[in-house]
């Protein structure tokens, strides 16, 4: 009876890192397809699906595919984000959960959440600097 039971949870955590791993592959595609051609798109998760680092995680019954996903999909509301701000503060809100969910998943995920964010305030700082500019222009005058 003991055998069946590890053998029940070793199939568990097999089977939740081989659904995150499957589902990062779409969620790649629409990343790559939101910074690029289709053709391109295709060809990108082509080669993350025949990955042997990805197909390892993915078997690996650790957290490293629920972190790839969660960062893959934070990634995407970043961009999603940048390219589209009337949509701001949902894909910002949509950013956070995924990356806090992420660092869940494998801490040192936490890393690439601050790298993102500073990233996504350096691509509009400089919109930022002439809101506030003018703002003090305005206030001057």
Known sequence: MTKHRDIVFILALTAAALLFGVATIPVFFYLARAVTERREAIFATLFLTLSYHHVWFTQNARGYSAMIFFTVLSTLFLV????KPSNGRR???WFSVCG???MMALFISG???VVL???GYAATLPAMIDYFTVGAACARA
Do not use: A, E, H, Q
């Open 100 to 102: 806090s969910l992420g």
């Open 111 to 113: 890393v690439l959440i």
């Open 91 to 93: 894909d910002w809100f």
């Open 117 to 119: 964010t500073l990233l």
């Open 80 to 83: 999603r984000w940048l390219s």
